[in-house]
């Protein structure tokens, strides 16, 4: 089962990133650092964003396939304001994940966060 992090996403000072804080419970108080480890039996990493007093809305994450040894970066859709990315269940790996909002007001524009780094070191 995937481990899940929060996530509460905002603008930028430039409108153009999303700058994104992550905590390890629903409630938002216990903060998490990149790179954030899950056990490697998880098999995944789920981020959930929590609203934040903006319209934003969780589009999905780009992150590459564990499935083929070649970088290959694929988009994951979001389903309401959630996102599973997959991970090796017997490799440790580090893989950085992009996310990417919008807001229900200005649809057309998309706000990427920088890329949180996941590991699966069973930390």
Known sequence: ????FYVKAQADASNQYAVCNYYSDPACQQPVESP???PRASGGVTFTMVPNGNSWQMVGAVADRVDTPEI?????PATNNSVTVAMPT???ITEGVVLVFT???VPTQLYASTDPQVKNDDA
């Open 1 to 4: 089962m995937a481990t899940t």
């Open 103 to 105: 807001s229900t007001n």
């Open 90 to 92: 017997t490799t440790q």
């Open 72 to 76: 290959d970066p694929t988009m994951v």
């Open 36 to 38: 954030l480890s899950i």
